[in-house]
């Protein structure tokens, strides 16, 4: 972190706030030019408030050459994170196919489509039980008798389960559910993601509907500095002011996420379309820009789904995807 002073600073303010970065064990190379004077900080910066240092009088700018997340980031962990999953895993060279519905409806449906998918090659199910609605009259999920039903569903099939818990309370319903999704909405619950940093289970972190790759990156921080490393980030599409789509798909979140992070990315082109039709091609995108796996809605009979049924694709065009997934990436290990 570089931190430029103003002209002539008042000495006594100077003296508090070296003393105070010296407190925080920060090393303070100082050069001192013709009309300002250039603090440079070396250790460990992650911890210090920049908003803190801009806002006082002395100071005229404020830079931070480091990132502020370190156990997320790639600098310190160059090779990538394999997240071990049930029998399976994602990260590395294995390729993660997460599909299911978007809510637990009844027994027969998840049952019926996670033995669908599982042929089709998904890896892992998905299926939400407590659903963060935009409206309060809409169908809110099954609460903890939804989590049974996956539970059955991964007894029939042996898919591990993906499903999102949207509150601390819920946690407990949670214990034998494989991957925890923290939904867009709760990407900065930062007392969920504390309490999540305390368990050992892999947890899908969603990108906020209007959050940075940064604040992702330090959401994610959240839960790996209370020491559970096993975070999956997911891109389900930004708010943008394009509204052909429900969300715009940021492919370029994962070449940049590749870079900055060790973490394996998911893709969800279901909440990025929110159209079903589109689902195909933007999943061959994200596979094509070096997503670690995919998360696709799939219902039996979109028409009849009681949450996002317009964006859910049938198991039928799920097995085609799954195919492509497939042929594609064994055509980009051909490329240069
Ligand atoms: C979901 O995956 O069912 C969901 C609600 O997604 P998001 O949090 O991305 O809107
Ligand atoms: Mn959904």
Redesign the pocket.
Known sequence: MIIVLKEQPEQQQLHNLTEWLHGMGLEIHTSEGKHSTILGLVGDTSRVDIDLIQALDIVASVKRIQEPYKSANRKFHPLDTVIKVGDTSIGGDVFAKIAGP??VENEDQIIAIAAEVKEAGATML?G?AF??RTSPYAFQGMGGEGIDLLLKAKKATGLPIVS?VMDLSQLDLFADVDVI?V????MQNFQLLKELGKSNKPILL?RG?SATISELLMSAEYIMAGGNENVIL?E??IRTFETATRNTLDISAIPVLKELSHLPIVI?P??SAGIARFVPTLTMAAVAAGADGI?I?VHNDPSKAL??GPQSIKPGAFKVISKNIDTLRETLKTLD
């Open positions: 978007c809510s998905r939400g659903k963060p999102e999704q939904g867009a909405r709760n969603k509907l997911c389900r599409g969800d279901s909440h998360m809605e949450c996002d």
